[in-house]
């Protein structure tokens, strides 16, 4: 048996009865070890669980991964780090199900990354994460996928280590270039107006119905995006907005190179100088996409428009 702490198995599951069966076994096994327990995973999938664990269900924190994982590189930071954090020198356990049908091809390839970050973020701690897969109804390449970002594999027919193991090579084979957007407004920004990549952002955000809090979150994150991009990225950037999918999007790209995949996805002391920057983003958007490169770097951040973009 290896000695790391950190447990992180992929649970392939077939129909409403397995999920139902191997995610309950796994939650009472660890409150008879008496070990903190979260369940994060889609709203109906939840409430399922809840419905079966019955009595124990109030020993456990339960989140819908709908909206606390709308964006995946929200998930380490503020939902699996914050419960371990909050449980220092105890193993806790936690059911994460960041990929389900519905998610977009859009999507996929970050949460695809998120997957295997688990693997880099989580090294060395005491924590056991359980990823569910609909073997049904997700894709083969997804599933395929899956075992190269978990080291270990559960089905009906019980657990094996994955043979195909490679968390890094999927954080790099979705370092792609994004598809180019059909229109967009843009701005070259330095210094001396940074200000008004805000402003364009928040004209488009107004136009597409957001809310006043809701604006001020994009134009916040424009401003972390823009301040990155002049202190990291070569002292100045390109911001374009446009509207695509039901979504406002707002890209900032620069001369930089993010070489650590965990940036923006480690929670961050307040007590501590250093840069928040994508972390914000994260935190605000409800995707975020990055390609970078030696002498380039996109941001791609997506908000959910209250209507019809």
Known sequence: MSAEPFVHPALFY?????????????????????????????????????????????SVRLLDMREAGRNP???????????????????VRIVGEPIWPGRTATEYPAVAQ?????????AGRRVTILCPYDAERLAPEVLRE?????????????????????????????NRA????????????DHTNLTEARRMAARHAVALGFTRDRVDDIRLAVAELGANSLDHGGGSGTIRVWAEGGRLVCEVSDSGHIT????????????????????IVNLLSDLVRVHTRAGAT?????FDTPGPA
């Open 14 to 58: 077939q129909g409403a009865g397995q999920y139902i069966a191997a995610v309950t076994a796994f939650v009472r096994a660890g409150l008879t070890a008496g070990e903190p327990v979260a369940i994060v995973v889609p709203g109906g999938n939840l409430a399922m669980i809840e419905a079966a664990l019955g009595a124990d269900a109030a």
């Open 178 to 189: 994004f598809e180019e957007p059909a229109a967009f407004v843009s701005l070259r920004f």
């Open 73 to 91: 590189g929200r998930i380490i930071p503020a939902v699996l780090t914050d419960f371990a954090d909050r449980h220092p020198g105890r193993r």
């Open 260 to 279: 650590d995949p965990l940036v923006g996805r480690r929670p961050v002391d307040p007590r501590n100088a250093g840069s928040r920057g994508l972390l």
């Open 146 to 174: 899956a075992e190269r970002t978990h080291p270990v594999l559960r089905d009906a027919a019980g657990e094996r280590p994955s043979a195909d193991y490679a968390p890094h090579d999927v954080v790099a084979g979705h």
């Open 114 to 122: 998120h997957e295997a970050l688990i693997n880099l973020s989580f």
């Open 298 to 302: 996109v941001i791609r951040a997506y």
